[in-house]
């Protein structure tokens, strides 16, 4: 298995612009997390899909961020528009149901910097 | 609400040498814990994980960590640790379907 695939693994952006990060999930797993680590914040939890349906997004920051995921193969975070603050590395990690579902497999992330 | 505490923000140890990284947790009931490593650069890979059973849980890379609920633990342990194992390692405990990760400790390895 390829594993968690993100792109782009690297963003470089002008504030006020969208970006849109990709991720494609493990063949097979039901949830989809998307996290966003920072050395102020240390690893936060964004968004989380079960069956593609978002089930908590209470770590989502703000208006501007936004989480889709149409099929059980490809989730997208939008951030529209950017602001330097949110330079940062986000990571999707995928996982099975149930109890299984906490071991989660993280991508190699997409960083993400916004001047 | 569940809580992870690495109390060691950065630890030094000569190739070689034993490890042991710290990891306390608050949760209310039996915790599922874990134990992942990011290397530079990399996404984070799941190095172990305690969920019932044997207190003594062993995982790849040579690891393992032992659970002791009288002290909220989990701590990380390698007997030898090989320079390739520069790294950072967080602490996780599973509950309402999320992981909530401790802020990692740093380890760098000197020859």
């Known amino acids: 298995d390829a594993g968690v695939i993100q792109s782009p693994r690297h963003e470089v952006t002008e504030m006020g612009q969208e970006v849109t990060l990709r991720c494609k999930p493990i063949s097979g797993h039901n949830s989809l997390f998307w996290y966003r680590q920072t050395m102020m914040r240390g690893l936060e939890l964004l968004i989380y899909?079960?069956?593609?349906?978002?089930?908590?997004d209470s770590g989502m920051p703000e208006d501007r961020f936004s989480a889709k995921m149409p099929n059980a193969s490809f989730s997208t975070l939008k951030i529209q528009p950017s602001e330097p603050r949110d330079s940062a590395v986000y990571f999707c990690a995928s996982s099975l149901e149930g109890l299984a579902g906490y071991e989660q497999y993280f991508g190699p992330g997409t960083r993400l910097t916004v001047t | 609400a569940q809580s992870v505490t690495q109390p060691d923000i950065h630890i030094t140890v000569s190739e070689g040498a034993s490890l042991e990284l710290r990891c306390n947790y608050s949760?209310?009931?039996?915790?599922?814990l874990f134990w992942y490593v990011q290397s530079p650069g990399q996404g984070l890979q799941l190095l172990l994980k305690y969920f019932s059973g044997d207190t003594l849980v062993q995982g790849i890379k040579g690891f393992e960590a032992e659970f002791k609920r009288s002290q909220s633990s989990f701590n990380l342990r390698k007997p030898s640790v090989h320079w390739s194992d520069a790294a950072e390692y967080f602490c996780a405990v599973a509950g309402n379907e999320k992981l909530t990760f401790g802020t990692g400790t740093r380890l760098t390895i000197i020859p």
């Open positions: 949760y209310g009931a039996t915790p599922y």
């Open positions: 899909f079960n069956n593609n349906v978002p089930i908590d």
